[in-house]
């Protein structure tokens, strides 16, 4: 008997979620895949080269911008299609609101959930079948029994009930006409595998995954950025009445509308430094002190304060 | 220098856990996440909070898998839930299926990825019928690793002679289901003990603990060598005609199910029996040179041969089985029961086939274990039947071959996955 090959765990996740791409590429007929510009759809892209290169890739790239990015991410989801050479459909929840399909029930309310209404409507406009997205199990409770591929019907609805069962790496992606599927090549990755397949393919990221200087203002517990650049030069998170800004430095863990994406306090400037933070708070005992220590020691005490044993 | 460079990395082990209501499954999983320091701050703060609101001191473990019980509650589906935790040398992924009679399918999907079983016992109670349904279970869809887990060793005062008498009695049975590797570890998941941390009150027991076991129990599914079966999932040809080195390409793309291949090897493409060898193997368009099982890559032949999605690339000297009759166990999913008047589809690795049934030889009593006569399939029945295929697949045995041993079965109506299958 020979000595086995085994795949390193970031191999393994990288070869499942080419496999993935690809069935969603060899069994339905018109799909996209949603790029935000964020961490999670960055690595899907170099998933997506990965699984298709030297060829194009077979489905667009999309974007549901809410008006209220970032623009920092705005500008980098721009150029990174464009040295993709891929072609980015964008379509905006603004539009949705010209058309009257989202109402906001104030003018600050967040757009986040709104942009379901603008993704059914360009998912209608262009007919696609399927939508490749980054989302993962670990990100909260609720995703934990997402499917792999999840069946939507034709109001873009998710039924618990009527999902379909995901044996082995068999997946079932057919669907009527108007139904639709979604598939999250990521779903097994957590926070840590992401930062870690960054850091070992040396993907480029929006500036403001890194630690920097910026206002906010402390609201119920969050970090709060306020008085943020619009891509129009439109300052948008207007601190309330009676807030107090301060200068603080801090790193985006995810980069969604910026109603409702909060910071948190860090000088990771690089990704290195990120991954060995993102350690502390998720590696055992054993593994961070292999890492490094002196970081294990203190989000042990920070860990302490916010309630272990 | 990169993170990755100063841990070593023993991979990926996927596995799950089987127990019955109440025998300590969310407290272990629980366990195993908290004290590897998985749980991130926030999430901790979270769990915290909760358990004051219900009035209990110490953090409750098992609140942190509760998404199961809400839903048991609001009799929602209940399902495979996939939990995430990683030792820093190791990442793991746990299948977390319900334990009751009527989940014998989820608990075949979330073997079906698994390929290590945790099955926990009730100090207390002993070998049950559901220990021996999920053993059963769990040996048939082919889990080569299972650890035994006694579980509330604290309510029996930690003893030794109790922990040996179910291992005798478990094993008594085992001889019968026939699993190979199978390892016993005393445990409280309540009090941590013998999880990560050995604790102070099962000295007697000299064996690794439970995360010792994971660490080292191997990651592949398989120790044997496997021959070689690539199913293609798609076929790239830029046919850029401004590029000269691009104008001719086609590759094969798709994930190897086992095996492995190289350089100059002599391959099959089926179903057209077309030879050719390897001319190159590829990962994002860059030369590799070799790869094998799990892994996904592009396959370049030196022939130009007319190949789709649905074909299988195999080494010459170890052509599968092309077979238009299938005799194969299968669980049935769906709650509309099979009809057998009715025409199916099967999805085999990345091919399809409608198919009919032709007969059923007999039900698994998943409880006694008996075969008994049947003649017809409901949900969560478990059968070994015959199928008449339109369409030859290629296939191997699922016991020697998981990758191309299994399929699904479709209504084509619904579009629904109403079966699992494991070709016999
Ligand atoms: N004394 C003791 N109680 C335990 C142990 N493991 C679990 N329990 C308790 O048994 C009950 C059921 O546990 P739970 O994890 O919810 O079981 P599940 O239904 O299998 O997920 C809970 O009250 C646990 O606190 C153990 O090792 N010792």
Redesign the interface.
């Known amino acids: 008997m020979t000595q086995r090959n085994t795949l390193t765990h970031l191999d393994w996740l990288e070869a499942e979620a080419i496999h993935i791409m690809r069935e969603v590429a060899g069994q339905c007929s018109n799909p996209v895949l949603l790029f935000s510009g964020g961490k999670d759809s960055i690595c899907m892209l170099r998933i997506a080269e990965k699984a298709f290169r030297p060829g194009k890739f077979p489905f667009p790239l999309m974007h549901i911008d809410t008006g209220h990015n970032y623009k920092e991410v705005v500008a980098f989801r721009d150029k990174r299609a464009a040295e993709l050479g891929e072609r980015l459909i964008v379509r905006s929840v603004e539009d949705s609101m010209q058309r009257g399909t989202v109402v906001l029930k104030h003018e600050g309310e967040s757009r986040n959930k709104h942009q379901s209404v603008t993704l059914l409507e360009a998912i209608e406009e262009f007919g696609f079948d399927a939508c490749i997205g980054g989302a993962r199990r670990d990100e909260e409770k609720a995703r934990a029994k997402e499917r792999i591929f999840s069946f939507r019907d034709e109001f873009g609805q998710w039924d618990p009930k009527n999902q379909r069962p995901e044996l082995w790496s068999l997946y079932n992606a057919r669907s009527h006409k108007g139904e639709n599927i979604r598939a999250f090549p990521i779903s097994n990755w957590t926070e840590m595998d992401v930062w870690q397949y960054i850091e070992r393919e040396g993907l480029e990221l929006p500036s403001i995954y890194f630690a920097h200087t910026r206002p906010v203002v402390i609201r119920q517990g969050s970090i709060v950025p306020v008085n943020v650049p619009l891509m129009n030069g439109e300052l948008t998170n207007l601190p309330k009445a009676g807030e107090e800004i301060v200068d603080l430095q801090v790193r985006f863990r995810t980069v969604g509308d910026i109603s409702c994406t909060a910071p948190v306090e860090s000088d990771a400037d690089n990704v290195e430094k990120i991954v060995l933070e993102t350690a502390t708070t998720t590696i055992t005992e054993r593994g961070a002190t292999r890492l490094d220590d002196q970081t294990s020691e203190a989000s042990m005490e920070q860990r302490k304060k916010e309630g272990y044993f | 220098m990169?993170?990755?460079d100063?841990?070593e990395?023993?991979?990926?082990l996927r596995f799950l856990t089987c127990g019955s209501v109440d025998d300590g499954k969310s407290t272990l999983i629980g366990r195993l996440l908290f004290?590897?320091?998985?749980i991130?701050?926030d999430t901790?703060?979270a769990i915290?909070r909760t358990s004051e609101k219900r009035g209990m001191g110490a953090?409750d473990l098992s609140l942190l898998t509760?998404?199961l019980q809400a839903e048991r509650e609001q009799g929602?589906?209940i399902?495979?839930?996939?939990?995430?935790f990683?030792?820093?040398?190791?990442?793991y992924?746990i299948a977390d299926a319900p334990g009751h009679e009527q989940y014998t399918?989820n608990m075949?999907?979330a073997a079906?990825?698994a390929n290590l079983a945790i099955i926990l016992i009730d100090a207390r109670k002993g070998v049950l019928t559901q220990t021996r349904r999920h053993s059963k279970l769990a040996s048939l869809v082919g889990i080569p690793h299972l650890i035994v887990a006694i579980n509330k060793m604290d309510l029996v005062d930690y003893s030794q002679e109790t922990y040996e008498k179910i291992k005798a009695d478990y094993l008594e049975f085992a001889a019968k289901v026939g699993i190979e590797d199978i390892r016993f570890i005393p445990l409280s998941a309540l009090n941590g003990d013998m999880i990560?941390d050995r604790g102070d009150a099962l000295n007697w027991y000299d064996g690794p603990t439970l995360l010792d076991m994971l660490e080292v129990a191997?990651?592949?599914h398989t120790?044997?060598?496997e021959p070689f079966r690539f199913p293609v999932?798609?076929v790239?040809?830029?046919q850029d005609s401004a590029n000269p080195e691009?104008h001719d390409?086609r590759?094969f793309?798709?994930?190897i199910e086992s095996g492995?291949i190289k350089v100059g090897d002599a391959v099959t493409v089926l179903p057209s029996g077309r030879e050719s060898t390897v001319k190159s193997v590829q990962?994002?368009?860059v030369d590799i040179g070799a790869a094998?099982?799990?892994?996904?890559i592009t396959l370049l032949l030196a022939d130009e041969i007319d190949t789709s999605?649905g074909d299988m690339i195999v080494k010459t000297a170890e052509a599968p089985a092309a077979v238009k009759e299938i005799r194969a166990t299968v669980c049935w999913?769906a709650e509309t029961p099979l009809d057998r008047a009715r025409t199916y589809l099967i999805?085999?690795?990345?091919r399809d086939s409608k198919a009919k049934l032709t007969g059923i030889d007999h039900r698994l009593d998943v409880n006694t274990l008996e075969n008994l006569p049947a003649d017809k399939l409901a949900m969560n029945d478990i059968a070994e039947v015959s199928f008449k295929l339109a369409q030859p697949l290629f296939v191997d045995p699922y016991l020697e071959n998981?990758?191309t041993g299994?399929?699904?079965i479709?209504d084509e109506s619904s579009?629904?996955?109403v079966g699992?299958g494991m070709i016999l």
């Open positions: 990169s993170t990755q100063k841990i990395d023993h991979g990926l004290d590897t320091k998985t991130l701050a901790l703060s915290t953090v509760d998404g929602i589906t399902d495979v839930a996939y939990r995430y990683s030792t820093g040398t190791r990442k992924i399918r075949i999907t079906s990825t990560v191997p990651a592949a120790e044997h060598d999932q798609y790239c040809r830029p691009l390409y590759g793309m798709g994930r492995s990962l994002g368009g094998f099982t799990e892994q996904s999605r999913l999805r085999h690795t990345t998981r990758g299994a399929f699904i479709i579009n629904n996955t699992a």
